[in-house]
């Protein structure tokens, strides 16, 4: 311990210089002090927020609803609900410190015993060294044993882990190998059972009441409640890879974009509004192949201006005006040109139209010219393009512009011809750059799984379900993409995020993933 200094025995200039010292001392601990003071509001804020809402949820879930849904939709919110709820605990726990943990209750969960006809693999866990501290030989007085249930797609199994007790006879030492970590701690569910859950739900478009009746018919009831917290509980690990994945998109110089209305029901009302996802990808021509898609309370612009941030590049989409405020900023606009063919074809369709037939007839050729270099790299096939598609272009853009004069304000024709004519410009620079391409049509099936779900799903229960289902769903649309069985993929990430290190989480995004087996004994 420091002694005091005999403040009788210093000079002024000792004085003024432990004056000093102690300010500067005081100063850094108020530093000190401040930072954690505003954690712990930072922390109180967040835990106020998510407390609020699991109260909202649980009011709608248990309380009486003056408003009835019919029995499908009913099910499909009750599932919803259950798995936000889940979702939120999930973020609270994460919130919380260490002490406010402890001091919780601990509430021990009642689950029926798994059925003792499925067939069990064993798998044992020991220390690595029976060796005790004191030099003697442990001794095996006994174990513990946990069972989780697995699934492979069409059977049901038990794994049963058994966790040996070694102890020392002299100083009474008791060691155990640690519990293997899970996604979701003391939960019956291995990562097997979670991806299949995960991967009927959000890319076999199965709600959850209908996977407790699959799983029924194979043998084992599964409350859709329990299906519904496992699938909020993974959608929080999950989403840490979701984000990484759109950083890593945004790297690229070159992105398409789209969106799609969902409906969305605020939980208590019987009514729904539009919610809408947005999907960014890269382009066919890119290395990385990857789609993130982010689930909006609408269609503003402010939300595809927030997911792209500070991001300069070329955007390929279509005409919505909520892209445009982005244009101004750094980001070039790239046209459809499948958006402007679709209008003479439509106009075709109608009438015959002869000057429509014309139009589709030119436009082809700008696509019998893509078709020839798809598989060329970008600078042969910018070269080819502005051999033969720049002058094909310049010539349906001088037709066009003739045409135009020729046909009255307001007709149908005038409507296709002026569609082209004022996003010319966005239309044709495909042709200067051999990484962009000629149309949006790549994102919009990248968007098509949305479509299938829609009519299953019927709607999004709240913002935090859509948002968890884009997550999910960005992985395994991505996983897809990179040629991976959506099942097998989630099955191993999952299995090994427990331990995956922060900054080793790119390991586990789609396009970096390489399977680890597991070794069971």
């Known amino acids: 311990m420091t002694q005091r200094p005999d403040i009788n025995q210093l000079s002024a200039d000792q004085l003024r210089a432990l004056a000093t010292e102690l300010m500067d001392s005081l100063d850094a601990k108020d530093q000190v002090l401040g930072r954690k003071e505003r954690a712990l509001v930072r922390s109180n804020a967040i835990i106020e927020k998510l407390t609020h809402e699991v109260a909202i949820l649980k009011r709608h879930k248990y309380a009486r609803r003056s408003e009835q849904l019919d029995a499908v939709q009913g099910k499909l919110l009750d599932e919803l609900i259950d798995s936000d709820l889940a979702a939120i605990e999930a973020e609270l726990d994460q919130a919380m410190t260490e002490e406010e943990k402890a001091s919780r209750p601990k509430q021990q969960p009642k689950r029926t015993p798994l059925p003792p006809e499925l067939p069990r693999t064993l798998i044992h866990h020991e220390p690595e060294n029976t060796q005790c501290r004191c030099g003697c030989q442990l001794k095996r007085i006994g174990e513990d044993i946990s069972e989780k249930l697995d699934y492979v797609p069409g059977e049901f199994t038990v794994e049963r882990h058994i966790r040996g007790k070694w102890a020392c006879d002299k100083c009474e030492t008791l060691i155990q190998a640690p519990v293997p970590p899970q996604v979701i701690d003391k939960g019956i569910p291995t990562a097997g059972l979670l991806a299949q859950v995960l991967v009927a739900k959000y890319a076999d478009h199965l709600p959850l009441y209908r996977q407790e009746r699959i799983f029924g018919r194979a043998g084992l009831e599964i409350p859709r409640s329990t299906l519904a917290e496992w699938v909020g509980a993974c959608g929080v690990q999950l989403q840490p890879l979701a984000d990484a994945l759109r950083n890593t998109l945004l790297e690229h110089d070159v992105l398409h974009a789209d969106e799609t209305p969902v409906s969305m029901l605020a939980p208590g009302k019987k009514k729904t509004h ?141 409507k296709a011809l002026d569609y082209s004519l004022k996003r010319w410009e966005a239309l044709t620079r495909y042709l200067d750059d051999g990484a962009v391409p000629i149309d949006n049509n790549w994102v919009e099936n990248q968007i098509r799984p949305w479509a299938l779900g829609r009519s299953n799903w019927l709607f999004a229960g709240s913002l935090r379900s859509g948002q968890r289902a884009a997550a999910v769903m960005t992985l395994i649309q991505s996983a897809k993409l990179n040629g991976h069985d959506p099942y097998a993929y989630l099955k191993d990430v999952l299995t090994r995020l427990p331990t995956q290190k922060n900054n080793a989480i790119d390991e586990l995004l789609p396009h970096n993933w390489k399977p680890a087996i597991p070794d069971k004994v």
């Open 274 to 414: 539009k919610a809408y996802v947005w999907a960014y990808c890269t382009t066919p021509f890119s290395d990385l192949k990857a789609t993130v898609y982010d689930f909006a309370p609408s269609r503003a612009g402010e939300h595809a201006r927030t997911f792209l941030g500070d991001w300069q590049g070329k955007l390929v989409c279509d005409d919505y005006a909520g892209y445009k405020a982005g244009f101004g900023n750094g980001i070039t606009e790239i046209g459809c040109m499948a958006h402007a063919r679709r209008k003479f074809y439509d106009l075709h369709e109608a009438n015959k139209s002869e000057l429509a037939a014309k139009a589709l007839e030119t436009i082809g050729g700008l696509y019998d010219i893509e078709r020839e270099t798809k598989d060329l790299p970008p600078d042969k096939r910018r070269e080819i393009r502005q051999t033969k598609a720049k002058p094909l272009a310049d010539t349906l853009h001088q037709w066009m512009l003739v045409h135009r004069q020729k046909v009255p304000d307001g007709s149908g024709t005038a």
